[in-house]
C-alpha cells in the first residue's frame, strides 16, 4: 500500500531528510542509526535530530529496538522511502557494458537467455532472482501449422496472440497426403482460431475429435497434440536462482526459507499482481508470504507487445534500492527487446517474407 499524499504533507522536507538517511544509513550498516551518524546527511544539530526521529517513530516510520539505541525503518518507512524519497540514477555506458557481459546471448533459447539472465542478477545483488514466465490471460490460438520434416514425421506449431510458440515433432505411422494436410490446417482455422488457450479442455477435444469424421484415424495424433500444447501454455513456471544467498541472510529466519524453498506456488500469484512497471512489494502486505522481513522487486517483461513474464529478486527489506531497481529495470528491458526481435523474425518466417 503506498503512503497517501496526505501522510507524506504531514512530513516537512527535514523530517524527509532525515527517514531517508536512516534507511540509507541502515542499509549499509544493518544496525540501529543514531543521531551522529544522520549529521552527514542533515545540516542541524544532533538534539535536533533526535526529535525529530522521536516524532518519525510516533507517526510509525521508525522504530527502537531498545532504548539506549538508534532507530531502524519500519514497514511503512521503508514504503515510504521506496514510494517517494528513493534517488535511482540511470545506468552508465559503462555499467550497461558490465551487465551484458553477463548475459550469454549467443544461440540461446528463450528459456537460456531468461536463466542466464536470473542468475546475474542473482550474482549482483546477492539475492535470489525470481523468474515466471506464462501466456497472458485471454491470449488466443492464431495459428496452428503442420510441417513436414522426413518421412512420417511432422512439426506441429502452435501460436498464440501473445506471441508464444509452441511445437511438438509428432511421429505418425504412415505418411499424411497433401489434401489431408490441408484439411487439418482448415479444420484448425474454422474451429481454434481465436479460442483462449485455457479454455481447451477434454470435452473441447472430443467434440474436435467428432467433426472431423473419417480423417480421425490418420489425424487424430495431431488433435491430441494441440491439447498438450495448449496445457503447456497455460502452465506458468517459477524459477528462483540464487537461493543460497536467502540461507546465508542473517536478516532471515531460515526455517521459513526452508519452506518456501519447499513450496514456491505463492510467488505465482503474487508475481502476477505487477501487471506494468516496475513493482516493490514487502512481505508485510500479503499475509500468505511466508518470508519475513522480506521485499520483492519485480519487473514485467514483453514480447511483441505483450507481457510475456516477470523478472524480479527477493531479499531482506534492507535492500540497495537505489542500486538494484535500475539492474532489474535494464534485465527486463533486455529480454523483453532480445525475445521481442526473435518473434519478429518467427513472424517473419510464417509469412514467407
Known amino acids: 500500500m503506498k503512503s497517501t499524499a496526505k501522510e507524506v504533507r504531514a512530513l516537512d522536507d527535514r ?7 536512516v534507511v540509507d544509513e541502515y542499509i549499509v550498516t544493518g544496525e540501529p542509526v543514531g543521531s551522529k551518524a544522520i549529521m552527514k546527511y542533515v545540516n542541524t544539530s544532533s538534539a535536533t535530530i533526535r526529535n525529530e526521529m522521536a516524532e518519525l517513530e510516533k ?20 514504503r515510504l522511502y521506496v514510494d517517494r524519497l528513493v534517488k535511482t540514477n540511470p545506468l552508465s555506458k559503462e555499467e550497461k557494458a558490465m551487465l551484458d557481459g553477463m548475459i550469454l546471448t ?23 532472482a525470481v523468474v515466471s514466465t506464462s501466456v497472458p490471460k485471454f491470449s488466443v490460438i492464431t495459428k496452428v501449422e503442420v510441417i513436414p520434416t522426413g518421412k512420417r514425421m511432422y512439426v506441429l506449431l502452435l501460436i498464440t496472440s501473445s506471441g ?6 509428432c511421429r505418425l505411422e504412415f505418411d499424411l497426403s497433401s489434401e489431408q494436410l490441408e484439411f487439418f490446417e482448415n479444420f484448425m482455422r474454422e474451429n481454434l482460431e481465436g479460442v483462449s488457450i485455457d479454455s481447451l479442455s477434454d470435452e473441447m477435444l472430443k467434440k474436435l475429435e467428432s467433426a472431423m469424421g473419417t480423417y480421425l484415424l490418420t489425424l487424430s495424433p495431431f488433435v491430441t ?20 544467498n536467502l540461507l546465508t541472510c542473517r536478516d532471515f529466519d531460515q526455517n521459513e526459507i526452508i519452506r518456501f524453498l519447499d513450496n514456491k506456488e505463492e510467488l505465482k500469484r503474487i508475481l502476477d499482481q505487477s501487471f506494468s512497471g ?14 519475513g522481513n522480506s521485499s520483492i522487486i519485480t519487473s514485467p517483461f514483453s514480447k511483441g507487445g505483450k507481457t ?16 538494484i531497481i535500475p539492474y532489474v529495470e535494464y534485465f527486463t528491458q ?6 521481442s526481435d526473435d518473434y519478429e523474425d518467427e513472424e517473419d518466417g510464417f509469412d514467407g517474407k
Open 225 to 244: 497434440g494441440i491439447y498438450e500444447l495448449s496445457k503447456e501454455m497455460a502452465q506458468q513456471s517459477v524459477v528462483v536462482e540464487g537461493e543460497r
Open 59 to 78: 507517526q510509525g516510520y521508525l522504530e527502537q529496538p531498545h532504548t539506549s539505541a538508534g532507530r531502524v525503518p519500519t514497514y511503512n518507512g521503508y
Open 164 to 169: 508464444s510458440i509452441k511445437n511438438k515433432v
Open 334 to 339: 533486455k529480454i523483453s527487446d532480445l525475445i
Open 308 to 323: 510475456a513474464g516477470h523478472l524480479g529478486i527477493i531479499g531482506p527489506m534492507r535492500l540497495d534500492y537505489s542500486k
Open 106 to 128: 549467443d544461440d540461446l533459447t528463450e528459456e537460456g537467455l531468461v536463466q542466464s539472465v536470473s542468475a546475474a542478477l542473482a550474482e549482483l545483488t546477492n539475492c535470489a
Open 15 to 21: 523530517k524527509l531528510k532525515i527517514l531517508s538517511a
Open 278 to 291: 516496475l513493482h516493490v512489494m514487502f512481505s508485510d502486505e500479503t499475509d500468505s508470504f511466508v518470508i
